[in-house]
Structure formats: structure tokens, C-alpha cells
């Protein structure tokens, strides 16, 4: 990583800036802004500020707005955008609305992911619950858009908690806590909508069965 001071672009025509105009998209400033930080290694503690530098216009006044109520302490760039979406975002279009919707990826969090596919969907008039469920399938990452699809889930909830139980088996696997090749979803949504949770009849600990257990083979003596 480069060890050069960071100095911020110039101002200039090409500059990317953003004044709240009803024609602006803010959730495409926003993303150009999260790039430019990443392009010019912008610390962390610095993000924000680097976005405040952007503002103009009634965005400018609604920051410092927000500072003089003492609503502007921000601690990272993610707060900041949260806060300049529910101001701005409100002018947003449904078919703008509806692309980010379909763009919308799982980049590891994915209890984000969910919340903010819930959020996008409500804000599209005559969403159907199917397509909300194809965009929110879309963008899972691989072992949770594989599990969904391998269970032929198509309710919104069923959904849910496959890809919950998928995302706690892999991070079961990951510490060691387990003793199988590959995640299996705990969430094992059984008949009548009960859970289940798999345990190895081989060495006792759950989240895989005896078949996938990687532990010593026991011997079972026949009974007479």
C-alpha cells in the first residue's frame, strides 16, 4: 500500500459533487464517492469528511443543519450514507430504485444485505413478493444462493431462514466448531415449518451427520 500523503482531487467541473437536486441520484453519488475514497486511500477517520467536502447547495445546508443539532457525529462513511439516503433518497425513482434492487450484492454481511433488500422492495409500488424474491436470490453470495436453490425455497421467509442457517454453518466450519467438508443449513426447515439440527451419530457434535464426519470411523459390535 502506498505510503504517499493523501491529497484530495482538485475542484473542478469533473469533480464529483452533490447538492440534493430532485434530478440527482444520490445513491450513485454515494457509490462514486465510496470509490474515490477506496482510489485515493483515504483513511477511514477521514471518509466523511471527504464526502462533507462534495456537498453543495441545500445538501451543504442540511449537514450543517444536522451538526448544529448535534446529529452529525458520523463515526464512518456507512452512517454518513444512511443519513444522506433518508434525505435525499425520498426523490429517488422506482425504476432507480428497482436497479439497485437487482444490483444489490451480498459483499459479506448478510444481514445487511437482507435488510437493505427489504427496504429497497418496500419502496417500489407493485413489487410482487416473486420478484422480490428473484432479486433477493440474486445477490446472495454462493453457498446461500446454492442452498436456495437446491431447497426450491420461494417464500420470502423460507428463504430467510435458509440462507440464516447456510451463513451460521459456514462460519461454524471456518472456526473448527464442526467437523464436515461442506455447510449444511441448520435452519433443516422440517414438516410443518419446524427446525431441525443435524448431529453426528459418529462423534456427537451437530451442524453435519455421520456420513460427512472427518473424525475416526467408530466400530459398532453387532449384538447377539
Known amino acids: ?17 452533490f447538492a440534493g437536486a430532485s434530478k440527482e441520484d444520490v445513491d450513485a453519488w454515494l457509490y462514486s464517492t ?20 462534495k456537498l453543495r ?3 451543504t445546508a442540511w449537514a450543517r443543519t444536522e451538526k448544529n443539532r448535534g ?21 429517488q425513482s422506482p425504476l432507480r430504485t428497482r436497479i439497485e434492487l437487482i444490483c444489490l450484492k451480498d459483499t ?14 418496500s ?25 436456495v436453490l437446491r431447497r426450491g425455497a420461494e417464500r420470502r421467509s423460507v428463504i430467510l431462514d435458509i440462507c440464516r442457517g447456510t ?17 449444511m443449513e441448520l435452519c433443516g426447515i422440517g414438516r410443518g415449518g419446524r427446525k431441525e439440527t443435524r448431529t453426528c451419530f459418529n462423534c456427537g457434535m451437530k451442524g453435519h451427520i455421520s456420513k460427512d464426519c472427518r473424525k475416526p470411523k467408530k466400530s459398532f459390535k453387532k449384538r447377539l
Open 167 to 183: 451463513n451460521t454453518a459456514v462460519a461454524l466450519i471456518q472456526t473448527g466448531l464442526t467437523g464436515g467438508s461442506e455447510p
Open 108 to 121: 459479506g454481511n448478510l444481514e445487511e444485505c437482507l435488510r437493505r433488500s427489504q427496504e429497497l422492495a
Open 71 to 91: 446529529e452529525a457525529d458520523w463515526p464512518g462513511f456507512t452512517s454518513f450514507s444512511e443519513d444522506v439516503r433518508k434525505r435525499f433518497a425520498k426523490r
Open 123 to 147: 419502496k417500489i409500488p407493485g413489487l410482487s413478493e416473486e420478484e422480490e424474491a428473484v432479486a433477493m436470490v440474486m445477490g446472495l453470495a454462493p453457498k446461500e444462493k446454492e442452498a
Open 1 to 17: 500500500m502506498s505510503t504517499t500523503p493523501f491529497t484530495p482531487p482538485r475542484h473542478g467541473s469533473s469533480e464529483c459533487t
Open 34 to 53: 465510496e470509490l474515490m475514497t477506496e482510489l485515493y486511500e483515504i483513511p477511514a477517520e477521514k471518509q466523511v469528511l471527504f464526502a462533507l467536502q
Open 57 to 59: 447547495g441545500e445538501a
